[in-house]
């Protein structure tokens, strides 16, 4: 893997990220130019709406964190029982300017289970974010990379054209002259057909990544050039690295636990006491009413006191409530589900991590393959080229070898090319599957933070 470093300087890099979109948008959509994989995938970030849907979950987490811790904090309200019409009789209530009631959590088992859930709860959102920001980093950089390869490409399908054209014009000349048969000529134009086939199939696909990457970052169509220098080496991994939980499988098992916790709490619902405190003043009034007729006492002169002040603790104890019996099972249902699921999560990442480690070996050897056929076809090149500089030496001996013919040299670089970009293929499989690996070993981060390297 070799020796990944975090840096630091976040806020800066989001900050070029966002002169570089900006003076990207004010580009015409017919220029084009070179934009780094960092700066693709940071606004790919940016612009995902997997990640903002996944920022909202995140931002919920911490408000129900909050709010599980709240119902301990004393809760101030004020309030005023002033009479809009002058009162007749005792009517029950004492008619009061104002008062202030405060209102809180003593003590109570449940909640801190639930307190205890939320905070697990955010861990798992923030788990599910730090997922689906990877997922769309390797979504952007498999597109690059792809988008990169096939740009390189075209350079060579372009090269293969204009060889197939001279081919073409060489052999109408000998087909004219007699010296080759007429299906030289036609076998050459089909050459030159294919060819033209293969470049199209070429456009349309850089066409399509193209579009892909500006959906993706928001840039204006067709103004992306990929800069090949930005793209660091993917490591060499195999399915015998250690792995790490993945965030996909560390927000599922965050999610599990959180679930349990709610369960246990509302099974404690069923048999812990709660305890709550209340305060209360209350700022009488006489007016509009005659309360005073109803106190008549020596402590109060026959008056309404103005100032009252009460408070005490509230103590429930559950005794029989089936609703709280069916609500604890209904919670274990949602924990025992939640736990199967992050169970699952781990097997199929298990899984995959073994069908991408098979894959690998035959991308590898495919890999290595293409790239001793692209080798071979240029030595073969050379020598071509070479006999049709000095000659072979042709003449009537028994081992002299046949006098190489005009059209060669354009056959073998079209040969050459070809195997030249069926290399560029191989290499973009073994590359998407060693992304596709470093993320399911859980080390896919490690491979971003190069992106930030100088």
Avoid: C
Wanted: aromatic share 4%.
């Amino acid at each position: 893997m070799g020796d990944h470093r975090v840096t630091r300087g976040g806020s800066l890099r989001k900050g070029l990220a966002a002169l570089a979109m900006a003076a990207l948008a004010a580009t015409p959509a017919a220029t084009r130019a070179q934009v780094s994989l960092t700066t693709v995938v940071e606004l790919a970030q940016r612009n995902s709406t997997a990640v903002r849907l996944a920022e909202a979950d995140v931002a919920k987490a911490t408000a129900s964190l909050e709010e599980s811790h709240d119902v301990f904090i004393p809760a101030l309200s004020l309030g005023s029982g002033l009479p809009a019409f002058p009162e007749i009789g005792f009517t029950g209530s004492l008619p009061t300017l104002w008062d202030a009631n405060v209102q809180s959590m003593a003590f109570s088992m449940p909640m801190i289970r639930y307190a205890q859930a939320a905070r697990l709860g955010l861990k798992a959102a923030e788990f599910s974010l730090k997922d689906a920001r990877e997922q769309v980093a390797l979504d952007a950089s498999t597109n690059y990379i792809e988008l990169d390869t096939v740009d390189r490409e075209l350079e060579a399908a372009r090269e293969q054209e204009a060889d197939a054209s001279r081919l073409v014009a060489i052999e109408q000349e000998r087909t004219d002259a007699g010296v080759d048969p007429l299906i030289s000529l036609l076998q050459a134009q089909l050459t030159a057909a294919q060819l033209k086939l293969n470049w199209l199939h070429l456009e349309t696909r850089a066409a399509t990544l193209s579009k892909q990457i500006t959906e993706m970052t928001n840039m204006p169509a067709g103004s992306i050039t990929p800069d090949h220098a930005s793209i660091p080496s993917i490591p060499a991994i195999t399915g015998d690295e250690p792995p790490q939980p993945t965030p996909g499988y560390e927000s599922a098992e965050m999610q599990a636990r959180s679930k349990e916790r709610m369960a246990k709490g509302d099974e404690e619902r069923r048999w812990w006491p709660q305890v709550g405190l209340g305060l209360l003043y209350n700022r009488n009034t006489t007016l509009l009413n005659s309360i005073n007729k109803y106190f008549n006492t020596a402590a109060d002169h026959g008056h309404l006191p103005p100032n009252n002040f009460s408070s005490g603790f509230s103590i429930q104890l559950p005794v029989f409530n089936l609703g709280f019996r069916s609500r604890a099972r209904e919670s274990a249902a949602d924990a025992l589900r939640a736990r199967v699921e992050a169970e699952q999560a781990q097997r199929q990442n298990d899984v995959q991590i073994v069908e991408l480690s098979s894959e690998l070996r035959e991308l590898d050897a495919q890999a290595e393959i293409a790239k001793l056929k692209e080798e071979i076809a240029g030595e073969q090149l050379k020598s071509v080229q070479s006999q049709l500089e000095l000659g072979n030496g042709a003449g009537a001996g028994p081992n002299a070898q046949p006098q190489l013919s005009p059209t060669a040299e354009q056959q073998t670089m079209i040969t050459e090319r070809q195997r030249y970009e069926d290399a560029l293929e191989a290499g973009l499989d073994l590359t998407k599957a060693r992304l596709d690996l470093l993320r399911a070993l859980g080390h896919m981060q490690d491979w971003l933070n190069e992106l930030h390297t100088p």
